[in-house]
């Protein structure tokens, strides 16, 4: 009887503690499969502690991380809420960079990297080097074009801040 007892007791705290777990999701976002929870801000953390990118209407992100001493700027794409790293075909892409009175253009190339498997063509990392990216640690910015293959949407002219994001 004592060892039921127990049992019961453990089972109504396993569903006391299920049943009070709430996850945090955002209300506006269609990608969610949870039903949506009201929450005051809509924010996703970028893994690397970069500047976040949303491109649409969170259909994707690109997570910018700047290597100030090797004048290196590495872009992550990421799936909707961040919720992970978005390998693609895509080579390259364009940003456009005002820097000062001078527009920069960083042209970023897809990487290959080892520890995760990934090839160009098929890699969710892309970096651009420039050796004004060791100083310049503020500017506005365009993503010129980028295209996921996602039925009607190209990414085309989304303005952003360094290190602010948009």
Known sequence: MKSLVHLASLLLLGLVLACAKKEDSCAAC???????????????????????????????????????AAGKLT????????????????MQFEVAAKVGD??????FKAVVNPATGETVGDTAQFEVQADWLKTADKF???????????????????????????
Do not use: Q
């Open 30 to 68: 269609e990608h969610c499969e949870k039903k949506p929870v009201v929450s005051k801000k809509h924010a996703h953390e970028p893994p690397h502690g970069g500047t976040a990118v949303t491109l649409g209407d969170e259909d994707a992100h690109l997570e910018f991380v700047r290597d100030a």
């Open 75 to 90: 872009a992550y794409l990421l799936k909707p809420h961040m919720s992970g790293f978005w390998r693609t075909s895509v």
């Open 102 to 107: 001078k527009t920069e253009k960083l042209l």
């Open 140 to 166: 506005d910015a365009t993503l010129m074009e980028l295209n996921l293959n996602l039925p009607g949407k190209t990414f085309k002219d989304v303005p952003f801040n360094f290190p602010k994001g948009n």
